[in-house]
C-alpha cells in the first residue's frame, strides 16, 4: 500500500482497550503501529457511590460525560427502565458512546474541549440544577468549577480510574535509541505525563532528534509542550480519524517538500 504514511512506524501510547481500534486504522492507513500503553484504565473501587448516584437518577436534572470512558464504566450500574435527567458530553467519542446505549445528548459543544461544554450549558443550566458529573480521577476541574459559577448544585462521581503504566519502558527506550519510530502519539495528557516520567533520566531531546510528535487536541498539545516536547501534528477536529489525516498531510508535505529540493528521503 502506497501513500503518505506507507512505511512509517507509529507508538501508539494510549491505553490497551482503546489502543486496538486505532492501531487498525493506521495498517489501513498503511502505517505500522506499535502499541506500548503509557496509562491503564480500571473501574473506580467506590462501587457503593456509584450505585447510590444512580438510584437518585431521577433526581438530577443534568447527567454530564466528560469521556467515553466515563460512559463505559458508569451505564452498566443502569437499568434500561430508569429514567435519564438531561445528558450533556464531551466529545464526538463520547456523543457515540453514548449513543450504543440508546441515549441521545441534549448538549454537545461545538468545540470538544471541557471550554467547549460550558459555553454550550451556560444557556442551558439553571442556578440550583442538580448535576451528576461522571469523570475520571485525573480529569481537570474546569467543568465542576464553571458549574459551580453558573450556580448549579454539582455532585462529582468517579466511575474509573486512570493510572501511569511502565511496563512497556525498556521497549520504548530501546525503540527510541535505535530509531525505530516515526511517530509518537498522545491521546491525552495522561498519556504525556507518564512518558515524561519514563524519561526523567534520558536525554529527551536525543531520544526524540527526527521523531515526529502528534498530539490529539490542545489540552494534550498544552500538557506536552509545557513538558518540554516540540508538537508537530494536532488536529482541529479531536479525533483519531483526524488525527491520522493531519499525519497523513504531514508526511504528504514532507516528500513534496523533498522532491523540490531534489531529496525524496524523509
Known sequence: MSGPLSGKTVLVTRGKEQAKAFSEKL??????????????ISPSSHREEIERCVRQLPDYDWLIFTSANGVRFF????????PLPKVAV???????????????????PSEFVAEGMIEALKPLV?????????????????LRDALINMGADVTDLIVYETLMNE?????????????????????????????????????????????????IGPITKETA??????????????TIDD????????????????????????
Open 225 to 238: 509542550e509545557k513538558a518540554g516536547l516540540a508538537v508537530h501534528i494536532c488536529p482541529d477536529e479531536y
Open 27 to 40: 495498517r489501513k492507513a498503511g502505517a505500522t503501529p506499535i502499541e506500548i500503553p503509557l496509562i491503564s
Open 243 to 266: 488525527m491520522i489525516k493531519e499525519m497523513e498531510l504531514y508526511f504528504a508535505k514532507r516528500t513534496m517538500e523533498g522532491k523540490i529540493n531534489g531529496n525524496i528521503t524523509i
Open 167 to 215: 511496563s512497556g519502558k525498556e521497549q520504548l527506550l530501546y525503540l527510541l535509541r535505535e530509531r525505530k519510530l516515526d511517530v509518537i502519539t498522545f491521546t491525552s495528557s495522561s498519556t504525556v505525563q507518564s512518558f515524561i516520567r519514563m524519561m526523567e533520566e534520558e536525554d529527551i531531546a536525543s531520544l526524540l532528534s527526527g521523531c515526529v510528535i502528534a498530539c
Open 126 to 142: 439553571k442556578p440550583r440544577d442538580r448535576v451528576l458529573l461522571v469523570k475520571g480521577n485525573l480529569a481537570r476541574p474546569v
Open 90 to 108: 464531551v466529545g464526538k467519542k463520547t456523543a457515540a458512546a453514548l449513543k450504543t446505549y440508546g441515549v441521545s445528548p441534549a448538549a454537545i
Open 75 to 82: 451505564f452498566p450500574f443502569v437499568k434500561k427502565e430508569t
